[in-house]
């Protein structure tokens, strides 16, 4: 993921936005906010063979604090159109080997439960629930559930 895909990259994300199950925000940063809070060897795009971005997956840093520089918290959107193609997987499939390749023993998110889609993707890519944080958020002026998910690597530890 560069700059070159800042324009599609964030219309992947508004899109997910505007659907309402993706996140708590209702609007998209600037280019520069989105890729200032990314960690540059933890994002990916998929692109279609005219460089279309059918989606994305980007990590960040869960803290300074030198005990948690193993875990990352990540999102990852796909273009509506390009769903069911097994675009997600391969996005998620990038991630998980950048960041064992980078000693990196935890990738987490956090998704609403109302986002069936995105769980049982990540379900399949090892991924699995373990918590959920009630009425966390407000959004849209209604109290969100949020569930916990991660990801632990076999071979980082």
Known sequence: MTADHAEQ?????QAGIDEGNATFETTTPTWEAFD???LAG???VALDRDATVLG???ASGVSDRCAYAGV????????PAARGRG?????LEALIASTEEAGIWTIQSGVFPENTASLALHER??????GTRERIGRHHGTW???LLIERRSPVVG
């Open 9 to 13: 990259v964030l219309a992947v994300y």
């Open 56 to 58: 994305w997956v980007a």
């Open 72 to 79: 990352v918290e990540h999102s990852v959107y796909v273009r």
């Open 144 to 146: 969100r559930d949020v």
């Open 42 to 44: 933890h994002r990916f």
């Open 36 to 38: 200032a809070a990314k």
């Open 87 to 91: 675009v997600g997987r391969r996005l």
């Open 125 to 130: 890519a090892g991924f699995r629930v373990i």
